[in-house]
């Protein structure tokens, strides 16, 4: 079976990016995304996307108007497809039955009940989004009870493994492409059809087929292992520090195992984005409902050492500056959850904000990629701050990591930016109140260098001492 027409209901971080290198690889296939936001759709149609993500932005001159197009127009998007990507968010529910665990399917829901309403012929509708296991079903389950005569639905699980600021690399050359459906002639007629999509640039061995409910729970597994690792090397970071050990020292001895390998065991300030935590919260309601209270216990603590590890963090912080932070400038250099995005989605640096602000320091926070107005909707944000005013006295944003250095009493490296490697830490050094500290959650800078000059360094997983050679392991 070959398509001539897909259609991606979700212009978001996923719909968007997989959309586009689909519409490269596939010249004969047309692509449309659509989306009810119309600011987000009226980005993807301008010269400034909604998203930063490298390389996005030379795909999209290359396929847009041609055979890759963004529409608010849902209704026929949906009328003239073959397949239907539904790549809407999944957030935690914030209400109700399963609040603060459970995924939130309303959207995903709604995508269905709209295809049922408007479609008048068949479709293969594929679950991009991550769901709870047995989503699929409840999609079939919509479809199939609004079903027109002469329609008839497949429901695929196709789940995405993209990580942001790598997303076009990893869509252009993914470790595997996993394709769930119905052991049916119908499904495997599905499936395959799927498989011939993305057979046009990823080699046969990579695409691999399965049931529905193994396809979206080793998604959910995939994240959560993923996760676990980075609590892993984090609460290594924590024994590190109270023993001597370095934990780059002992993360490069445990990676070099070929069984366990170097990849995610940078111990940092925290996991963010928009998907670990979701992700691992929703394997713990799944385990409930389940039955099954020891392997809830079990992920849950992925999630009670990340939770950890940010307060541990800032509790350093506040110790190292007298046991006070009220009224003390902190300057804080990233914003975003990792590098090389714009997306602040459960980015470490909001909870390091909040923290601080509790205390009552004064934030100075500036990030290369994330918009002032991101961070003053992520700090004002209920469940961050009850005060917006509040936020207002204590938060300045900084278009210039210099100018938010200046009169600062410390510097905290929040993301790990590229750019934050090559400062002039002398001339940071030399505008900052002394004794002047700087904290580097990502540990990414020079520490003995830094130390050199005369700042109080901290960072992640070792103790920083002057005169001290370390061999620097690669980082992964
Ligand atoms: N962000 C990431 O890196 C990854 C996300 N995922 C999963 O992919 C899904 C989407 O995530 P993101 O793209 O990050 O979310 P997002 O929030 O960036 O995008 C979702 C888009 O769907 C739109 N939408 C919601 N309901 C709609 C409806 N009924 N009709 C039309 N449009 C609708 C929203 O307006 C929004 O633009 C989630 O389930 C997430 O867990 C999976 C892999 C990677
Ligand atoms: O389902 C999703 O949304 C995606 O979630 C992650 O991708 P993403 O969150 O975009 O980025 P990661 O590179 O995984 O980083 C997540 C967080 O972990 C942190 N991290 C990562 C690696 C590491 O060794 N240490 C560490 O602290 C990062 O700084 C970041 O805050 C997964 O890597 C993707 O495979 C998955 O598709």
């Known amino acids: 079976m070959t398509l001539k027409k897909i259609c991606c209901i979700g212009a978001g971080y996923v719909g968007g990016p997989t959309c586009c290198v689909l519409a490269s690889k596939c010249p004969d296939i047309t692509v449309t995304v659509v989306d009810i936001s119309e600011a987000r759709i009226k980005q993807w149609n301008s010269e400034k996307l909604p998203i930063f993500e490298p390389g996005l932005d030379d795909i999209v001159k290359q396929c847009r108007g041609k055979n890759l197009f ?10 003239e497809a073959e397949l239907i990507f539904i790549s809407v968010n999944t957030p ?24 049922a309403n408007v479609a008048q012929s068949s479709k293969i509708v594929v679950e ?56 049916s002639a119908a499904g495997q007629e599905a499936i395959e059809a799927l498989c011939w999509v993305y057979e046009h640039w990823v080699s046969k061995e990579k695409v691999i087929t399965m049931n529905t409910w193994s396809s979206e729970l080793s998604k959910l597994a995939a994240n959560a292992f993923l996760a676990q690792r980075i609590s892993s090397i984090n ?26 390998g170097p990849k995610f065991l940078q111990a940092s300030v925290g996991f963010g984005g928009s998907c670990f935590q979701k992700d691992v919260l929703n394997l713990v309601y799944l385990c409930d409902c389940l039955n099954l209270p020891e392997c809830a216990a079990y992920w849950q603590q992925v999630i009670d050492m990340n939770e950890y ?24 250099f990233g914003f975003a959850f990792k590098k090389d995005t714009g997306d602040t989605r459960e980015s470490a640096s909001i909870y390091l904000s909040k923290y601080l602000m509790d205390e009552g320091a004064q934030l100075r926070i500036y990030d290369p990629k994330v918009e002032d107005s991101q961070i003053m909707r992520d700090l004002t944000a209920p469940n ?11 938060v300045s944003l900084f278009s210039d990591p210099y100018r938010a250095a200046e009169g600062a009493h410390a510097v905290v490296v929040c993301t790990e930016w590229d750019e934050f490697k090559t400062l002039d830490y002398q001339r940071i050094y030399n505008n900052m109140l002394k004794p002047a500290s700087i904290f ?37």
Not at 152 to 174: H, M, R
């Open 128 to 183: 991009k989004s991550t769901v709870p296991v047995r989503a699929a079903e409840s999609i079939t389950n919509i479809l199939k009870a609004n079903v027109k005569p002469n329609v008839k639905y497949q429901v695929l699980s196709n789940p995405e493994f993209l990580a942001e600021g790598t997303a076009i690399k990893d869509l252009c050359n993914p470790d595997r492409v996993l394709i769930g459906g119905e052991r």
């Open 235 to 260: 609460a290594m970071s924590a024994v590190c520090e109270a023993t001597g050990a370095d934990v780059s020292e002992v993360s490069y001895a445990v990676g070099s195992d070929t069984r366990i």
């Open 384 to 394: 961050i701050s009850e005060n917006p005013e509040r936020v207002d006295k204590l």
């Open 70 to 79: 963004f529409s608010t127009d849902v209704d026929k998007a949906i009328i």
């Open 440 to 476: 580097d959650g990502r540990m990414i800078l020079d520490h003995e260098a830094l130390h050199d000059l005369g700042f109080h360094v901290e960072t992640i997983g070792k103790k920083i001492t002057r005169g001290k050679v370390t061999r620097q392991f690669p980082s992964v």
């Open 92 to 115: 935690t529910k914030t209400y109700g039955l399963g609040k603060g665990r459970a995924a939130d399917l309303k959207h995903l829901e709604s995508c269905a009940r709209r295809i």
């Open 309 to 332: 590890q940010k307060r541990r963090f800032v509790n350093r912080i506040i110790e190292c500056l007298f046991n006070t932070v009220a009224d003390k400038k902190i300057a804080m």
